[in-house]
């Protein structure tokens, strides 16, 4: 059985914390979670909104992928209809090789329209095509 955590970056119980502290504590408990034998690091994609904020998950893996280096991480989930589909590849597979091949890639049609509309994408849309 794996073993993972999910980092979630949320500002709730952080109000008029700067948003450093918030990253730097949730870094924190990623680092315990690679000390005590975690198989995976995980992180969601999520933008504008206080419950989860790591606009660039692919990004902090590869942050985390070198700071632990026996640890896997994962992508829960990088939303396709706001990225072009060409360039998360390109991204994931150079984070897969820096990494070693610890990377476990997930994918999103995402689930906020709050975040559609700040993109000024149509949710319907994609739920329609994804």
Known sequence: MDVGMMMIFSSYGWEGQPDGQMWEEELRLAEIAADEGFDCLWSAEHHFNDYSFVPDNLHLMTHVAAKHPDI???????????????RVAEN?????????????LGFGRGLARREFDTFRLSMDDFKRTV
């Open 92 to 104: 994931a597979a150079v984070l897969d090789l820096l990494s070693g091949g610890r990377l476990r």
């Open 72 to 86: 896997g991480v994962g992508t829960a989930a990088v939303i396709l209809p706001w990225h072009d589909p060409l």
